[in-house]
């Protein structure tokens, strides 16, 4: 006698992979966004590797590393779920939930690592800081919307088990009714 395994499911894993290329681009296009695009729309007139040596003589370092520390771990986390999708019993819920999570929380740290490199050009140029590009609000809006999706997701599941609990009552009632109908014909 062999335990049955349960299937792996075929949407679980497109979701997961669609969902760990949104994690993975968001950590890239993060990256690229606090490193390169910021800096070169924030001083147009100089190329990246002039702003970089600005900024050193000026004493504000410019912190690549805090930059990859705090946004390279979302390509792990994309792979790792990836992986949670294709194991076997994964729903595409499951899959999106974790996907729409990590791209919710991807906010946070895209927000420290943006935060210090656009103060050290700010303070190294006397220029303002925050978003020159506009592409930060894409950022912002992709957790928005991640945020919005978890909420569905959830409202989702919530409504489909409400519903599948109502119908195993009803059914557990129309058994019963069904047995009391017998005992008493008899």
């Known amino acids: 006698m062999s335990i049955e395994k349960p299937p792996r499911s075929a949407a679980a894993i497109v979701v997961g992979c669609v969902g760990f290329l949104f994690v993975a681009g968001y950590a890239v296009f993060g990256?690229?966004?606090?490193?390169?695009?910021?800096?070169?729309?924030?001083?147009?007139?100089?190329?990246?590797?002039?702003?970089?040596?600005?900024?050193a003589r000026s004493n504000e370092t410019m912190h690549v590393w805090v930059v990859v520390m705090l946004l390279g771990p979302g390509l792990l986390l994309g792979l790792g779920s990836l992986v949670l999708s294709c194991r076997r019993g994964a729903t595409w819920v499951q899959?999106?939930?974790?996907?729409?999570?990590?791209?919710?929380?991807?906010?946070?740290?895209?927000?420290?690592?943006?935060?210090?490199?656009?103060?050290?050009?700010?303070?190294?140029?006397?220029?303002?800081?925050?978003?020159?590009?506009?592409?930060?609000?894409?950022?912002?809006?992709?957790?928005?919307?991640?945020?919005?999706?978890?909420?569905?997701?959830?409202?989702?599941?919530?409504?489909?088990?409400?519903?599948?609990a109502w119908w195993a009552r009803r059914a557990a009632l129309a058994q019963a009714n069904l047995a009391d109908s017998t005992h008493s014909e008899a």
């Open 95 to 164: 899959s999106a939930a974790v996907a729409a999570g990590l791209l919710f929380l991807g906010g946070f740290p895209f927000f420290w690592a943006w935060f210090g490199v656009g103060m050290n050009v700010a303070d190294a140029f006397g220029t303002r800081g925050g978003d020159h590009t506009g592409w930060g609000a894409l950022m912002w809006a992709t957790s928005g919307c991640a945020a919005l999706v978890l909420l569905l997701l959830a409202v989702w599941v919530g409504v489909r088990s409400g519903v599948r």
């Open 31 to 55: 990256m690229l966004q606090v490193l390169v695009l910021d800096p070169l729309a924030e001083v147009p007139d100089m190329t990246l590797e002039e702003i970089y040596i600005h900024a």
